[in-house]
């Protein structure tokens, strides 16, 4: 079946520049969820929208915003990248909002240096 | 503050154990509690979840029990293999259009051979 599919893989930055993270969900699924998980951290949810628009908001720093497109696919954009921004990122798809299963994709690690 | 408390932070059991994790919630609102099984750089996947009408769901060597009023919740594997070792995370997810996952700080297992 397919899975949740995160691009790039892996992502190295220097401090101050910008990033964009791609996300495509499963097929059909609506609702796009992205979380930051820092090193031994666990994963804390940034943002999420639901058929193209944003649906809630929680700790993403103004620096970053992000979309989801009419293909429901959705960029996470980030700026003025900073050493602390460096985690792994991981986005989450599900069939329409009101569903509690989340289908995590495989996440992209991001370095800055 | 950690809405969702998880413990212990790291546990080793040997091969044939039981592994027991515990997790507490303070928010009342929440009303469905996923485990997910994360291995290293790879996504949080869904193991098994509940919802605080049940107080026990088991799936395989997978066990949630779960006591509403004290606010806790807990999962047990059962005959522990060497490939369960990895980290596991409790969530919760809050009712309401809000669907995004709060996660315990989660833990590491290791099943010894």
């Known amino acids: 079946a397919a899975g949740v599919i995160q691009s790039p893989r892996h992502l190295i930055k220097e401090k101050r520049e910008t990033a964009t993270l791609k996300c495509y969900p499963i097929?059909?699924?609506?609702?796009v969820y992205w979380y930051q998980q820092g090193p031994g951290q666990d994963p804390q949810f940034l943002i999420s929208?639901?058929?193209?628009?944003?649906?809630d908001k929680g700790s993403i720093p103004d620096r970053f915003s992000a979309q989801q497109f009419s293909d429901y696919h959705s960029e996470l954009n980030m700026s003025s990248l900073e050493l602390g921004d460096s985690a792994l990122y991981f986005c989450?798809?599900?069939?329409?909002?009101?569903?509690?299963?989340?289908?995590f994709g495989p996440g992209t690690r991001l370095l800055v240096l | 503050q950690q809405q969702v408390k998880q413990s212990p932070q790291s546990l080793i059991v040997q091969k044939g154990g039981i592994s027991i994790i515990n997790c507490a919630y303070e928010n009342t609102a929440f009303d469905y509690f996923p485990w997910y099984q994360q291995f290293p750089g790879k996504g949080p996947a869904l193991l098994i979840a509940?919802?605080?009408?049940?107080s026990e769901k088991k799936e395989g060597r997978f066990t949630i029990s779960f006591n509403k009023s004290a606010k806790q919740f807990s999962l047990h594997i059962m005959d522990s293999q060497p490939g369960d070792s990895a980290t596991y995370f409790c969530?919760?997810?809050?009712?309401?259009?809000?669907?995004?996952?709060?996660f315990g700080s989660g833990t590491q297992l290791t099943v010894l051979p």
């Open positions: 929208f639901y058929e193209k628009m944003q649906s």
């Open positions: 969530a919760a997810l809050e009712e309401g259009s809000a669907r995004q996952l709060t």
């Open positions: 509940i919802r605080p009408d049940v």
């Open positions: 989450a798809s599900s069939l329409g909002r009101s569903q509690e299963t989340q289908y």
């Open positions: 097929p059909r699924h609506d609702t």
